[in-house]
């Protein structure tokens, strides 16, 4: 195919953006065969009669791209206009073809949803991660962060949504949703994802978190008495929980109190890789706010980015093993 003028200027520019080395990396470490055969069964085949259908891999880069940057339908629909790294990275040559409009991303979007693909998506990756050695399996750390939703009351409806709640933190009150991860141990890569509301019980929600096969869990102080619990009598790990702050900081200087602080900052040490992965999607996707009404939509959602957060996180190892493997 004939490279257009645009593109032949876009590739002559000296300076590499920020966002150029980005989607670079996303193109480089994403196991595109691997999500296409998943999605592929799912994804309607043109038959000829009415609008043809957008080819699949396009509307997935398209949707990849919306999900790494935080953008909304029209979003993503107007950035393809603006950008051409992102053009470039989606596949689209404005001077031959137009861009996927925001409906067509909003109907793949309720078929990922429907049929739960982007579940398939993440277990996709993780597959992909495990067979290069990443996930080691002995040990999970437990943890869950707070995803704000829209509190106002000026919509259609006059009121908030029904399936998010107010939980309190410290001092202050948040509505919207929790998510809930389990991470490895030894990588920090997430393996589970679960989506409540913000007052769900963090404790109520760690037996869904493992996998099982793992003989370690790591949680913070939030998950004390958690081996009480009746769901996790019969459940053959050890239990490493943080020690209540007040109770820290009450620990005398004697050798004993100086072992135990020892070991609350050993096990603080392992438990901060489960802050990666709420770092990537928070301030590099930018998914501060819950951006759909309703838990399915937005859960359905936390797997999309916390599967690509697990490949952001896992790059140094991908791409090295991919310049290895380099003819």
Not at 96 to 106: E, H, M, N
Request: net charge positive.
């Amino acid at each position: 195919m004939q490279t257009s003028f645009s593109e032949l200027e876009y590739a002559a520019k000296k300076k590499q953006t920020r966002r150029d080395r980005f989607l670079d990396e996303i193109e480089a470490i994403t196991p595109w065969a691997s999500l296409i055969a998943t999605l592929t069964p799912h994804y309607p085949v043109n038959d000829g009669r009415g609008r043809p259908t957008t080819p699949l891999e396009l509307i997935l880069r398209m949707y990849i791209a919306q999900q790494c940057f935080g953008l909304s339908d029209e979003g993503i629909e107007d950035a393809l206009y603006d950008s051409q790294a992102i053009r470039r990275f989606v596949g689209i040559d404005l001077g031959r073809q137009s861009a996927p409009d925001a409906t067509t991303l909003l109907k793949f979007r309720h078929l990922l949803e429907a049929h739960q693909l982007t579940a398939a998506i993440f277990s996709a990756i993780n597959a992909h991660l495990a067979e290069r050695g990443l996930f080691m399996r002995a040990g999970t750390i437990v943890d869950a962060t707070l995803i704000a939703a829209p509190s106002s009351t000026k919509n259609r409806e006059g009121k908030r949504d029904g399936e998010m709640h107010q939980a309190k933190k410290g001092n202050q009150w948040h509505f919207g949703m929790k998510a809930h991860i389990g991470a490895d141990a030894n990588s920090g890569l997430v393996h589970t994802v679960v989506g409540t509301a913000a007052n769900v019980s963090d404790i109520t929600q760690a037996q869904a978190l493992l996998h099982g096969d793992e003989t370690d869990v790591f949680g913070d102080a939030g998950y004390q008495g958690i081996e009480k619990r009746e769901e996790n009598l019969e459940t053959p790990v050890n239990w490493h929980v943080a020690m209540r702050p007040g109770k820290r900081r009450a620990l005398d200087r004697s050798p004993l109190g100086e072992m135990m602080e020892k070991l609350e900052q050993a096990k603080a040490s392992i438990r901060a890789k489960v802050e990666h992965p709420f770092h990537v999607i928070k301030n590099l996707f930018r998914h501060r706010k819950a951006r759909y009404k309703g838990l399915a939509k937005n859960t359905a959602q936390l797997f999309t980015l916390f599967g690509f957060a697990n490949l952001l996180l896992a790059r140094r190892w991908l791409l090295a093993a991919g310049s290895q493997v380099a003819p």
